[in-house]
């Protein structure tokens, strides 16, 4: 069983940084989402148990996806922040099945567990 916690979130400037935290106690391909008020729940970043990455065109070049070395705990660093990037954000996983299951890397399918989610606001 994967259990997600979440922390890091806050409030920030726009051209601000805040970096988010995922403790995970499994470790499997894994992601984050968000999801603005009104709007779908939206990947933003992944990474492959080989340790690959991929973004939304949204925020590339802007965020970077990474995990620890124990591969324990899961980050998203996030630069340059933009009054569009405010949102719930949320760490999921998916079991190594769901991993190479064939889904779409940001597709909310891909993925069994979620975290509670962190609330990221930024203010122009």
């Known amino acids: 069983q994967v259990q997600l916690v979440e922390s890091g979130g806050g409030s920030v400037q726009a051209g601000g940084s805040l970096r988010l935290s995922c403790a995970a106690s499994g470790y499997t391909c894994m992601a984050w989402f968000r999801q603005a008020a009104g709007q779908e729940r939206e990947g933003v970043a992944t990474i492959e148990t080989d340790g690959s990455t991929n973004y939304a065109d949204s925020v590339k070049g802007r965020f970077t996806i990474s995990k620890d070395n124990a591969k324990t705990t899961l980050y998203l660093q996030m630069n340059s922040l933009q009054p569009e990037d405010t949102a719930m954000y949320y760490c999921?996983?998916?079991?190594?099945?769901?991993?190479?299951?064939?889904?779409?890397?940001?597709?909310?399918?891909?993925?069994?567990?979620w975290g509670q989610g962190t609330q990221v606001t930024v203010s122009s």
């Open positions: 999921a996983a998916a079991p190594f099945s769901g991993c190479f299951s064939g889904s779409p890397r940001l597709s909310r399918d891909r993925y069994t567990y």
